[in-house]
């Protein structure tokens, strides 16, 4: 994560990538020129890094030269468009390769045509490295894309906010703004997490996520998914990672402007924990904490025994079924607590009492994140 003035920026294009792309680009443009020596006009400033890098890549002579254009004032693409250095060559009879960083609005590329209208050059070629079809309002043909991305503000390699970022060898891409609290409710098979979400994510206005809920849910109404997980599930044991992140990423999908969630029974397998950075990742945000009730093991037997009399779940009938599920949560789930502990993410509550009392630790926590 960078910051820029005001603004928070992540991790968008790799310099590897960047670089890949050039390479292709300079490759097809050389071949479609052939032996034609063409000249390459980048447009100032963005597109500084773009030409240096794309000019030693070309593979046959060339002429380079720049003009330099403004059209961005911070965040927005205007319509007014500056010529501040203009052509300085005679050009006509030569084949004219723009190089350009960025078109998103496309206004910068009218004032492009508008310079070459007069120039009687041979050809006129756009090339550019982004390319962002969403925001694209014009009807010029580019002739070369590099990489189409999506319509969001990006920094880096040549590109700035404000004056900032253009020296970065990689891209960057603004963070939202929206602010999410993610808590994994974590504890084994009876410590109460699904007792306790209910009430915290009234309290904190989240939206809580059962991986187990929604595979129960699924058996109930006889889908694909639900008859996959029922033969794990009956078992005590873990249903596979893919199809449970799989499901996970869409719930989190289906709930898109939340104020954040409390994820409980997931995740379980350090798989799932990288999933759910990716996940939180992607959505500008993170885990914020996990949140641990710590229960001992006859207690959970004793518990879930007793739960087993009126919940109807098969595995919480059988005490060997529940010792199993006890046993994987020991075997494959017990070590993310050093996975968020690493973090400084772990925070352990006793999970033994009534349930206000309990509901009164947890929440102690929350309210220092
Ligand atoms: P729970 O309601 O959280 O006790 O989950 C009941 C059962 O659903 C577990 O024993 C697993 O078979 C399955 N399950 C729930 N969450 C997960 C998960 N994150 N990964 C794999 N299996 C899960």
Same mark, same amino acid.
């Given at each position: 994560?960078?910051?820029?003035?005001?603004?928070?920026?992540?991790?968008?294009?790799?310099?590897?990538?960047?670089?890949?792309?050039?390479?292709?680009?300079?490759?097809? @443009?050389?071949?479609?020129?052939?032996?034609?020596?063409?000249?390459?006009?980048?447009?100032?400033?963005?597109?500084?890094?773009?030409?240096?890098?794309?000019?030693?890549?070309?593979?046959?002579?060339?002429?380079?030269?720049?003009?330099?254009?403004?059209?961005?004032?911070?965040?927005?693409?205007?319509?007014?468009?500056?010529?501040? @250095?203009?052509?300085?060559?005679?050009?006509?009879?030569?084949?004219?390769?723009?190089?350009?960083?960025?078109?998103?609005?496309?206004?910068?590329?009218?004032?492009? #045509?508008?310079?070459?209208?007069?120039?009687?050059?041979?050809?006129?070629?756009?090339? &550019?490295?982004?390319?962002?079809?969403?925001?694209?309002?014009?009807?010029?043909?580019?002739?070369?894309?590099?990489?189409?991305?999506?319509?969001?503000?990006?920094?880096?390699?040549?590109?700035?906010?404000?004056?900032?970022?253009?020296?970065?060898?990689?891209?960057?891409?603004?963070?939202?703004?929206?602010?999410? &609290?993610?808590?994994?409710?974590?504890?084994?098979?009876?410590?109460?997490?699904?007792?306790?979400?209910?009430?915290?994510?009234?309290?904190?206005?989240?939206?809580? +996520?059962?991986?187990?809920?929604?595979?129960?849910?699924?058996?109930?109404?006889? &889908?694909?998914?639900?008859?996959?997980?029922?033969? #794990?599930?009956?078992?005590?044991?873990?249903?596979?990672?893919?199809?449970?992140?799989?499901?996970?990423?869409?719930?989190?999908?289906?709930?898109?402007?939340?104020?954040?969630?409390?994820?409980?029974?997931?995740?379980?397998?350090?798989?799932?924990?990288?999933?759910?950075?990716?996940?939180?990742?992607?959505?500008?945000?993170?885990?914020?904490?996990?949140?641990?009730?710590?229960?001992?093991?006859?207690?959970?037997?004793?518990?879930?025994?007793?739960?087993?009399?009126?919940?109807?779940?098969?595995?919480?009938?059988?005490?060997?079924? @529940?010792?199993?599920? +006890?046993?994987?949560?020991?075997?494959?789930?017990?070590? *993310?607590?050093?996975?968020?502990?690493?973090?400084?993410?772990?925070?352990?509550?006793?999970?033994?009492?009534? +349930?206000?009392?309990?509901?009164?630790?947890?929440?102690?926590?929350?309210?220092? *994140?």
């Amino acid at each position: 994560m960078i910051k820029l003035h005001d603004l928070e920026f992540k991790p968008f294009i790799e310099q590897s990538a960047i670089e890949a792309c050039i390479e292709r680009m300079a490759h097809e @443009i050389s071949m479609d020129l052939s032996d034609e020596v063409p000249v390459f006009i980048g447009i100032l400033n963005g597109s500084f890094m773009f030409v240096s890098d794309f000019v030693k890549k070309y593979p046959k002579p060339c002429e380079v030269t720049f003009i330099k254009l403004a059209s961005y004032e911070g965040l927005k693409s205007t319509e007014d468009i500056h010529r501040l @250095i203009g052509l300085t060559q005679d050009l006509s009879g030569r084949t004219v390769v723009i190089l350009e960083d960025i078109i998103d609005s496309g206004n910068t590329l009218g004032e492009v #045509y508008r310079i070459f209208k007069n120039e009687n050059v041979k050809a006129l070629k756009i090339a &550019t490295l982004f390319f962002k079809p969403e925001a694209y309002k014009k009807d010029y043909k580019l002739h070369y894309v590099g990489m189409e991305i999506p319509n969001k503000f990006i920094v880096g390699y040549g590109l700035d906010y404000d004056g900032l970022g253009r020296d970065l060898p990689e891209i960057y891409q603004l963070k939202s703004t929206q602010h999410m &609290t993610n808590i994994v409710l974590f504890g084994p098979p009876g410590a109460g997490k699904g007792t306790q979400a209910n009430y915290l994510k009234e309290k904190y206005n989240l939206v809580h +996520i059962s991986t187990g809920d929604v595979f129960r849910f699924n058996i109930k109404n006889e &889908t694909a998914l639900g008859m996959l997980a029922k033969s #794990y599930m009956d078992k005590g044991e873990l249903v596979p990672d893919q199809v449970t992140i799989d499901m996970l990423n869409a719930e989190v999908e289906k709930n898109a402007g939340a104020n954040g969630f409390i994820f409980d029974g997931f995740p379980r397998t350090n798989a799932q924990a990288e999933a759910l950075d990716n996940l939180m990742n992607e959505k500008d945000s993170q885990i914020d904490a996990m949140i641990a009730l710590e229960v001992n093991d006859e207690i959970l037997v004793k518990r879930l025994l007793e739960r087993g009399k009126t919940s109807g779940r098969k595995d919480d009938a059988d005490e060997s079924i @529940i010792r199993n599920r +006890i046993t994987e949560y020991y075997k494959k789930t017990a070590v *993310l607590k050093e996975y968020y502990a690493a973090q400084n993410k772990y925070y352990g509550v006793d999970g033994v009492g009534n +349930i206000d009392e309990i509901t009164e630790r947890l929440s102690k926590e929350i309210d220092k *994140l």
